[in-house]
């Protein structure tokens, strides 16, 4: 199982300690609700819908092509890749985290081998779905199944691999079949993936309410999952307390994150070609994208580890104070910083970037508290100082 950072995790709730993610996954969903888990493509994502508030993450299989590869999701994304960013998903949050496993990457031995890989990634579950290889995105068009006898032996191999890993990971069943095939096909396979073991069901592109409702009715025990396509699915956008009164107990959000991500990026584009930077209101200040990373977790755990002055020729244990005030007077920046750190940040301050640290330190200390050592201007007009604190 992938270890988690306490120091990076954000400070909201997560999995209790001893219990595994899995675990936890199972008893939100055996709660009342229609828990919601909002689908993000990296870490940095992750930790903000934990920090948001939401119980569950969802890596999703069409945001991680976008985000990682470029490309859309039609099956060329690899088994490798989807866990390589699952680790560092789940590493980077302490909620349970469930992993689109797209079609198994294979037959069922491939299946077997994707389910074990997703344990060991630390996924809380893992979905699979029924489409042949290459696979198509959800609610396009020209998507095919396998066959039901290989569907079923698909779910099957999953529990086995699950047993065989001593695991509890949450396996999620969806069938494509609903756009592929009938409703009715749909609504039987979701019924033999039920009694094949899986603890989740999902039929993907629902045409209509009453087609929802048809599909909760099937093995009523067993948790249903709802894919909220933001922007122009086949499946009605219902809230999560609609949801809930239908028979729902997950409710996904695969393109929010992604797509909003898209957008910010061409506006600030748009501003930085123009000869601005993007309008204050639509980026997070710099002391909010600290907090967001868990500077400040870092720095006071990293001071069990500082070498004092006098031991070791470094600057550890200098702190210094970085004030970046811009042209027109607005001040950017004022942090105090381990001298150790702003070093290492220095290539990515304009005005900085050139700075021999080593050398400006040399055979400085905390005694000169106030001494400036630095005072000029970037390309920018920004007027930089850095001074002992």
Not at 97 to 102: K, N, Q
Request: proline fraction near 6%.
């Amino acid at each position: 199982m992938a270890a988690h950072s306490p120091y990076f995790a954000p400070d909201s709730d997560g999995v209790p300690a001893g219990e595994s993610p899995a675990a936890a996954l199972r008893r939100i969903l055996a709660s009342p609700g229609a828990h919601q888990a909002p689908c993000c493509f990296d870490a940095l994502g992750a930790r903000l819908v934990q920090r948001a508030g939401f119980p569950i993450c969802f890596m999703g299989g069409f945001c991680v092509s976008a985000a990682r590869l470029g490309l859309p999701d039609v099956g060329l994304i690899s088994f490798g890749e989807m866990v390589d960013q699952g680790r560092l998903i789940t590493e980077a949050v302490s909620v349970p985290v469930i992993g689109d496993g797209d079609n198994g990457y294979g037959n069922a031995m491939n299946i077997k081998r994707t389910v074990k890989g997703y344990i060991n990634a630390g996924f809380a579950g893992i979905m699979l779905e029924d489409q042949v290889v290459p696979k198509a995105c959800g609610h396009t068009e020209g998507r095919k199944v396998i066959s039901r006898e290989e569907a079923i032996m698909h779910i099957k191999a999953a529990i086995d691999a699950r047993k065989e890993s001593g695991s509890d990971i949450v396996v999620i069943a969806r069938t494509d079949s609903r756009q592929a095939l009938s409703l009715d096909e749909a609504l039987w396979r979701v019924k033999a993936f039920a009694d094949a073991g899986a603890d989740v069901l999902f039929i993907d592109a629902l045409a209509s309410i009453e087609e929802m409702k048809a599909f909760c009715s099937v093995s009523p025990k067993v948790p249903k999952m709802a894919n909220m396509l933001e922007g122009g699915g086949k499946t009605p956008i219902l809230s999560p307390a609609e949801l809930e009164e239908i028979g729902f107990s997950l409710v996904v959000y695969p393109l929010s994150l992604i797509g909003v991500s898209m957008r910010a990026m061409e506006n600030a584009l748009v501003a930085i070609k123009s000869g601005g930077v993007p309008p204050p209101g639509s980026l997070p200040s710099f002391q909010e994208i600290k907090d967001t990373l868990g500077f400040n977790r870092y720095y006071k755990e990293e001071k069990q580890y500082v070498v004092q002055q006098g031991q070791s020729s470094s600057p550890n244990g200098i702190i210094l104070r970085l004030k970046i005030t811009e042209k027109s007077g607005i001040q950017k920046i004022d942090e105090k910083i381990p001298a150790e750190i702003l070093e290492r940040m220095s290539k990515a301050i304009p005005g900085l970037a050139r700075v021999n640290f080593t050398e400006m330190l040399q055979g400085a200390d905390n005694s000169q508290k106030g001494k400036v050592l630095i005072d000029s201007e970037d390309a920018t007009g920004d007027k930089i100082q850095v001074s002992i604190e």
